[in-house]
């Protein structure tokens, strides 16, 4: 299965000790054969992050570096059970890409219902393209009730390289990644691989998504990061949807 685009990738703007720059994540994406790079640092909601000011600036960044065509967006912490994001709707409305993610220092682990409600919103909003990582054991989720609002939405489910490497970081995430891929089989939900990759090393690397996709016999067509017109199709409604909001 070719792969062509990185989905979830950290640079320094995100904290968490790494240096490394977008230029350099471009780099190991032409490297790695990987040709569309979404960018997505973490929201301005997570203190050690980027202010909006450097998200705003993306935007007169080169859309293209090392030949590998860039996506500026975001990991948008989910902040409250309204589906709240962590970035101004007018920033919101700028980025090329959106990931809705649960992270402790902004949405307190709670039970399945509330947890759900949280990410069910953000996605009702119309405006999540993704969400990230909905495979972290601090989180239960109700996996068929998120799956089919993703379904009624467009929006796309992540299947996280990082949370199923031997030392991810949210827990067992393999059984419930197994379910999530069961459903979104059974629902032709599509889904995206993203590495998560804070830094260089890991852009490009899907290999436990890999194992797992295999293991669960899941189609290629229902993969988005086999083509880059797919993905571009889907984003589409929603970054219209970010923008209309503060038209
Ligand atoms: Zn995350
Ligand atoms: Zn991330």
Sequence with gaps: MDLFIDTHTHTVAS???????????????????????????????????????????????????????????TEA??????????????????????IAS?????????????NT????????SGRVDIVGHPDDEKYPLDLPTL?????????????????????????????LDTQLLKLCKEKKVYVSLGSDSHGRTGVGDFRYCLELIRECSFPEELIVNTSPSLFSSLLKPHREARKQLVR
């Design 147 to 175: 799956v089919d609002v993703c379904k009624e939405y467009g929006t796309m489910v992540e299947l996280n390289n990082s949370s199923l490497a031997p030392d991810g970081y949210r827990g067992n995430a393999k059984p």
């Design 102 to 114: 649960l992270h402790p220092p902004c949405f307190h682990p709670s039970d399945r219902e509330t």
């Design 15 to 73: 904290g968490h000790g790494s240096t490394d720059t977008i230029t350099d994540l471009a780099r190991a994406a032409k490297e790695r054969g990987i040709r569309l790079l979404a960018v997505t640092d973490h929201s301005p909601s997570i203190q050690e992050s980027a202010r909006e000011s450097y998200f705003r600036a993306l935007r007169f960044c080169e859309p293209v570096r090392y030949g590998v065509r860039l996506l500026y967006g």
């Design 117 to 124: 409600l949280a990410l069910v919103n953000a996605v009702k």
């Design 77 to 98: 912490d989910v902040t409250d059970t309204n589906g709240t994001l962590g970035m101004s709707d007018e920033v919101l409305a700028l980025m090329d890409l959106v």
